[in-house]
């Protein structure tokens, strides 16, 4: 017993390790010259790492797979948006993205949680799709001319860059705390069984409103954080489906459920969709879409998946040379 609680405790500790390490060399990069471009580029991956932990939170731990975390972005960054042209300080106006995006949560949530299955991804795309085009008529947003932040001296790309890593680790630390914790475990039971965690006594809805709640304000955050950053938004962009879709691809391709997979989602995502784009502008999502195929006919645990056969790969043959050199 106390061999495995100290193995565990290394491993433990390796993980803290490597997640640091990973912090610390995203920290200091941008200080080694590296090019606008590049920074951009880590700047869009960061942000879409916030959106890919929060919903892996819901759809990955929890099992209830959302089409509408558009809703939470959007909002967010309009909310971002006008909170910044109002005279707030840029974080004051990502908490009230974060708080309006949770609040939306609460109202979404409610009615949708009592379906299930594809019945409760269909309501998902439904409320998406509506809010989209109430945002699209709305006068004082700009409806679908958009919105256009004012903010004086907004090129700042390594502040920009600083507060979306600072944000996703926040995101990350949350994510592991809920992997290890009851609250965790509890979400998992939802995720397999609802009737058999209801009997061991997990309140199934509460424990749905409650992730939802908080990956609706992860999100919310980060569409606020892209706001800032892109000084102008429209509905079709941050509300569209592709968003939504988005959202849901990146932990999916990383492997959902885990922690490390909507980190490497995020950064595989972010560091070759706007290439994608230039280059494949009417075909990326088939692209995307084909990839996800791929993923759920060969790996349905994604890059993490892979990863691990491959670690088991090399295990197997550090075994067998050793016990080759043994004999």
């Known amino acids: 017993m106390r061999a495995a609680s100290t193995q565990m405790g290394r491993f433990l500790n390796y993980r803290v390790a490597g997640w640091g390490t990973l912090l610390i060399v995203l920290g200091i990069l941008p200080w080694f010259g590296i090019s606008s471009n590049l ?22 731990v929890t099992g209830q797979v959302s089409f509408g975390f558009a809703v939470f972005y959007g909002l967010g960054a309009y909310a971002a948006a006008m909170g910044i042209n109002g005279g707030l300080h840029p974080l004051a106006a990502f908490t009230i993205s974060g708080l309006v995006a949770a609040l939306a949560s609460i109202f979404i949530g409610l009615p949708t949680f009592r379906l299930r299955g594809p019945y409760f991804a269909i309501a998902t795309i439904g409320v998406s799709e509506a809010v989209r085009v109430v945002m699209t008529n709305l006068s004082f947003t700009g409806g679908a001319s958009g919105y256009r932040i004012a903010e004086h001296g907004r090129f700042r790309p390594l502040e920009h860059y600083y507060t979306a890593l600072g944000f996703s680790a926040v995101a990350v630390v949350i994510s592991a705390w809920i992997h290890e914790s009851k609250f965790g475990l509890s979400l998992q039971a939802v995720r397999e069984d609802e009737e058999a965690a209801a009997d061991i006594g997990v309140n199934p809805l509460k424990a749905k409103l409650m992730v939802h709640l908080l990956a609706a304000t992860l999100t919310g955050i980060a569409g606020g954080v892209y706001a800032r950053y892109a000084a102008y938004i429209h509905p079709q962009g941050v509300f569209g489906f592709h968003t939504s879709v988005a959202i849901l691809l990146m932990p999916i391709i990383g492997g959902a459920g885990t922690v490390a997979g909507p980190v490497i989602g995020g950064f595989v995502y972010g560091l070759v969709q706007e290439e994608l784009v230039a280059a494949f502008p009417q075909f990326h999502l088939l692209l995307y879409g084909a990839l996800l195929i791929v993923i759920i006919l060969f790996e349905p645990r994604g890059v993490t998946g892979w990863l691990g056969r491959l670690r088991g790969f090399i295990e197997r043959i550090w075994r067998k040379s050793a016990t080759a050199s043994v004999g």
């Open 39 to 60: 920074t951009r580029l880590l700047f869009t991956a960061l942000v879409w790492i916030i959106a890919s932990v929060a919903w892996n939170l819901l759809g990955g």
